[in-house]
């Protein structure tokens, strides 16, 4: 693509997010650690790469037309290098507090920290061009072009409302059709503060859990009938109400390539789906697991994730004040967890890739805690960031979790 070409108009979720972003950054950040060095330059060669893989990795958002609309970058994805041996926490901490301009682009950077026996690599993204699993994507794209791999070029991905529309067909409902729809509860619906943007350092915190607990949580899960990103919910859930709280709601951004089969690239293609328990559901660990698999599964029906994009499209934002509304509305809650799933990278890549972490986010609302759920090589990985550190909530979560692999199955 020429450089200034207008690669396409924004859909409705990016021009939402877009909106947003002019008085709130948004954006999130993945880090991976590789066991081998890799020099600067090396880092600049496999990015370049991955921007013919990935166009949108290689735009800048412009608002001058009537529509904004994404244009082709004149830059690279500029790299900086750490001090050798930084925390990766450090850095993603960092990059919350330094947001990336829609113009010039690309609306991607990374950092290289060097180590004595390999390095960890930092990919930041805008979210109006990625969203967690589309990050992941660029990410395991990235090791495998480190490693001498070819990516092959990519063409530009669709908006996920065209893609949306023509959707048919069944996706895993899990228990949705034996589940009543819960009542309406208003405390579902309170709308949260927006925070404004001030440039603090969010607190992190990271656990990974050992591949022991991480095989004995897949396989007890699939013995409950519900599923790891449920437990976790649960997880949270439980914490939370020992802390105190009478009411606790978990957002799920829902990843629509797996929901729906639409293709794996690096752009937006997510919707939001929330749960809520009162305390005393926190008593039976994997009843409470179970009823957030089924609420889960009832908002990620073909019919509900059309629904919601077309209402979106009708009801586009036109304005930040709309905007803000709108995210303050539909993504308040006690903790948001963005589960990536099990990364796949490429049998070459792969002995290469020691960890993956993330995403780690913040998007300005009072209160929040974001975590970031991934796993690779067998463990599962947790990150958490917020500005209203609740002690020991991480840890207390793996905790939670090894207690209820421990119980005994009912009969």
Known sequence: ??????????????????????????????????????????????????QDRHPLLGVAVDHGAPEAVFRVSEGAIPVEVAAHGTPWQSVVAVEQTRPIPPAPGPLARATLIPRESGCAVVLTFAHQIADGVGGLRALLDLVAALGGEELPPGTVPQAQEEL????????????????APAAEDARMNAVGELTPFSGRTPHVDALALDQGLTTRLVRRCRL???SVHAALCAAATVVLHRRGREFVRVLSPVDLRRAVDLPDEVVVRFTGARTGSDAHDAHDFWTLARHSRASLSRQR?????????????????????????????????????????????????GNALSALWGPAQITQLRGEHVLG???????????????????GLVPEMGAVLAEACAEPPRA
Do not use: W
């Not at 067909?169 to 949705?176: E, R, V, Y």
């Not at 759920?373 to 002690?391: D, Q």
């Open 1 to 50: 693509m020429s450089r200034g070409h207008v690669v396409r108009t924004l859909g409705a979720c990016e021009r939402t997010i877009d909106f947003y972003m002019r008085r709130n950054p948004l954006q999130f950040s993945l880090v991976a650690e590789v066991n081998r060095r890799v020099s600067a330059t090396t880092l600049a060669s496999a990015l370049a790469a991955l």
């Open 164 to 179: 949306l529309a023509h959707v048919s067909g069944a996706a895993d409902t899990g228990d949705a059709t034996t589940s």
């Open 224 to 226: 409950e009938r519900t």
């Open 301 to 349: 029906t073909p019919n509900a994730l059309k629904a919601g994009s077309a209402a979106l499209a009708e009801h586009c934002p036109s304005s930040g004040d709309d905007a803000e509304a709108m995210m303050a509305a539909a993504t308040e809650a006690d903790i948001q967890i963005t589960n990536l799933g099990v990364a796949h990278p490429s049998r070459r890549s």
């Open 373 to 391: 759920v991934v796993a690779v090589g067998g463990r599962l990985r947790m990150t958490e960031l917020t500005h209203t550190p609740v002690a």
